[in-house]
């Protein structure tokens, strides 16, 4: 089994109030570069913060590291779009930066870094992969994505009020400004994430279609993003089996039907519970709390825990000790 | 423990005669990038070609990728100037790819790698690393280093027959190019790199630095372009403790005075021997031979597999199962 993260950016995070992916606007560019530093080496090394949210909730890397931990999974970055040094090793398929979605080609490149991932993802020699992400702003071009494929999925939030009219308000504009109406998309993946996505969900698409066709078998690791990603596999008319493996926090989230979804884009749902109600330590009240719910891979780690029958109050001590060593409360690793 | 590999490129492996690294002089480049992919995956995804020298010496990425199918060491490539696409996550410190070291400035980056490889090297959270290198015709440029830095130390060669009197020539031209003469860049690493050197010597060289100065252990794996690497941070005024760990081949080789080098760079010498005369299959017997010696951290990969007690026997046999593989006759990891 390889872990599979795509971290990238989109100029959408900017919007006020979409994203709570860094504790202030301008330090969200940085979010991506620093999850995938913490999931490889337990602690941000060359980004200068550790990504929380405005109200302090823990970026989900921390609990995908800490599964790392014990566990140990082979873990493969792609950059897909970081706008923001990391020294984590990254794999490139030729991505930058994605523009606000509202541009009318927020991701001019979206051919070229999904035929790029396509290649990598049928090239690997694994069985079986899983693929994350890790982008602020990420399900409002989601949303975009799904508009633009005419696909009636409702997208989740990191923010405990999940801001769906603010997102659906975005999506209208950014269909004005590529001359699109919802639907115009079906059947044209490349051309949905071009016009209405990030360069994440090409990356992720491509490599999930190259890895399918090579035979893999592919879990998406997420929660409303990898839907967004999984309908453009279908799209691409790819009907082979495909899995998704999120937590109970998104499937919990009574914006988005979640079963209902699985089932009209075929996926085999694994919904996995770390019981974070069991602790009241902050690095997972904030979860229990509605906020930040997925991302970096989090529900595919958790599941892949729960697979090799780890003990989650391990688990959520090993939370503890990752967060408290990103904040300064215990040695590294 | 962390293993690091340094991945780069000079234009020097183009002249005819210097390197081994490769079946044909045009396939030569494709080398570290493929050698990387054998260490990552255990066989090229993205590139072209499994690297053997030009009478069939299949490359040591293959004894590092076997000693890591028993051990699963953590593995971080730099991209230290590679100039063919690689699908191993590779981490950035702004190189490109050397030029001949007979230009004035083969390395005309060399300031801004060594900074930024120092950087990283200084970041990482680990307390000992290990670092090694894939780079044809990176003995040349060793000679050239060590010869602007008045080190009198000679170099190995992957080729049976050490061309020693034609890296000396080169090395001539490349000093009067430079116009410089021996011991002009006593003192000053990123000025003999720069002039004499190529961006994996920037790399090895700033890292270890890096590493050195922020309290970790190092371990240099490889043989006579290490022994530069070395003289470069002795160079740059750092007396820590620092390790050398190579192969039999390298400490056999006649036209190399190993120990005196150690000795003289104070660094603690570490040879492992791997047996090979034990077993007559092809991906060994030219090793015995005389062909090879070192390279994509062989020599440290054996002392990994000696001090956790690997059985050379059963690491023989990984020898082969990986041979094998890359060849066709077996099926993947």
């Given at each position: 089994m390889r872990f599979v993260l795509a971290a990238g950016t989109t100029r959408?995070?900017?919007?006020?109030?979409?994203?709570?992916?860094?504790?202030?606007p301008d330090l969200m560019a940085h979010t991506p570069s620093a999850d995938v530093e913490i999931v490889e080496y337990g602690r941000p090394v060359r980004a200068p913060i550790v990504p929380v949210s405005p109200?302090?909730?823990?970026?989900?890397a921390v609990i995908t590291r800490a599964v790392r931990e014990q566990l140990d999974f082979e873990l493969t970055v792609i950059d897909?779009?970081?706008?923001r040094p990391t020294s984590t090793p990254t794999v490139s398929v030729g991505a930058r930066g994605g523009e606000d979605?509202?541009?009318?080609?927020?991701?001019?490149r979206a051919r070229e870094i999904y035929e790029e991932a396509r290649r990598f993802g049928a090239a690997l020699p694994d069985d079986s992969v899983m693929i994350g992400e890790t982008i602020p702003g990420g399900t409002t071009t989601a949303l975009g994505v799904l508009t633009a494929l005419d696909e009636d999925i409702t997208v989740s939030s990191s923010?405990?009020?999940?801001p769906l009219r603010l997102k659906r308000n975005v999506v209208s504009e950014a269909l004005a400004a590529s001359d699109l109406s919802r639907g115009d998309a079906a059947g044209d993946p490349v051309f949905a994430v071009n016009s209405m996505g990030d360069p994440v969900l090409a990356t992720v698409a491509g490599f999930t279609v190259g890895a399918l066709e090579s035979g893999t078998d592919v879990t998406l690791a997420g929660g409303t993003q990898m839907l967004a990603a999984a309908a453009l596999v279908r799209h691409a008319g790819i009907d082979d089996p495909l899995g998704l493996a999120t937590t109970s926090f998104v499937a919990n989230d009574e914006t988005v039907t979640l079963t209902r979804a699985c089932d009209r884009l075929d996926l085999d749902l694994e919904v996995t519970d770390?019981?974070?109600?069991e602790n009241d330590h902050v690095s997972m009240q904030r979860y229990v709390e509605g906020e930040g719910k997925e991302g970096v891979g989090m529900g595919g780690a958790l599941a892949l825990a729960d697979r090799a029958a780890v003990d989650m109050d391990s688990l959520r001590d090993n939370v503890v000790e990752v967060y408290d060593r990103l904040h300064g409360d215990a040695d590294g690793p």
């Open positions: 959408t995070a900017q919007i006020d109030g979409i994203s709570a992916a860094g504790a202030a109200s302090g909730c823990p970026t989900p897909a779009g970081l706008i979605v509202r541009e009318t080609e927020p991701v001019p923010l405990p009020d999940n770390p019981e974070f109600n």
